[in-house]
T-cell receptor, first 113, second 115 residues
Framework: KAGVTQTPRYLIKTRGQQVTLSCSPI?????VSWYQQTPGQGLQFLFE???????NKGNFPGRFSGRQFSNSRSEMNVSTLELGDSALYLC????????????FGPGTRLTVL | DQQVKQNSPSLSVQEGRISILNCDYT??????FLWYKKYPAEGPTFLIS?????DKNEDGRFTVFLNKSAKHLSLHIVPSQPGDSAVYFC??????????????FGQGTTLQVKP
């Protein structure tokens, strides 16, 4: 069974731009969570989606948003990029809503210049 | 504030010996605890989990112990192998998250297993 896939793997943007990252969960998994990993803050929860609905949101500004499609694929968007948004963005899928055993993709490395 | 802490940034052990990775949490409002392993340029890989109502869970070479009175979690790897060299994260799911997929992670411990 294929794992979680994320595209693109690497991305370079400039301040003020916006970016969209994509995540395809493991086949059959319906819940997708997003995390941001930075050297200073570690892994921090962004949001979780299940059945196209956001179920929980972390402590991030409104510039960070996401959505989920009917096939469980998810996208996250960051608008008006800031230098501090440079990070590894990880997507994780689980079988059920609120699943504690989450399976991560390889991440998208975003660099904001 | 719900926090999960890994106070040791690194650990070095000899191949074949036991590796013990530690994690502390600051309150009791978590229902599941998990351990993940992460290699460079890859996402975290789920290793093992434990419910807050249990005190031990085993899976092959990996055993997780939960000491609720001490608010302490540990992962034992026996025997350690060079391929176990990676960054290990402990994580916990807050009960207050309302049965959603929010996990809170520690800062990670880098394990090096020497041949």
């Amino acid at each position: 069974k294929a794992g979680v896939t994320q595209t693109p793997r690497y991305l370079i943007k400039t301040r003020g731009q916006q970016v969209t990252l994509s995540c395809s969960p493991i086949s059959g998994h319906r819940s997708v969570s997003w995390y941001q990993q930075t050297p200073g803050q570690g892994l921090q929860f962004l949001f979780e989606y299940f059945s196209e609905t956001q179920r929980n949101k972390g402590n991030f500004p409104g510039r960070f948003s996401g959505r989920q499609f009917s096939n469980s694929r998810s996208e996250m968007n960051v608008s008006t990029l800031e230098l501090g948004d440079s990070a590894l963005y990880l997507c994780a899928s689980s079988l059920l809503a609120g699943g504690h055993e989450q399976f991560f993709g390889p991440g998208t490395r975003l660099t904001v210049l | 504030d719900q926090q999960v802490k890994q106070n040791s940034p690194s650990l070095s052990v000899q191949e074949g010996r036991i590796s013990i990775l530690n994690c502390d949490y600051t309150n009791s409002m978590f229902d599941y605890f998990l351990w993940y392993k992460k290699y460079p340029a890859e996402g975290p890989t789920f290793l093992i989990s434990i419910s807050s109502i249990k005190d031990k869970n085993e899976d092959g070479r990996f055993t997780v112990f939960l000491n609720k009175s001490a608010k302490h979690l540990s992962l034992h790897i026996v025997p350690s192998q060079p391929g176990d060299s990676a960054v290990y994260f402990c994580a916990a799911r807050p009960i207050s998250s309302g049965n959603t997929g929010k996990l809170i992670f520690g800062q990670g411990t880098t394990l090096q297993v020497k041949p």
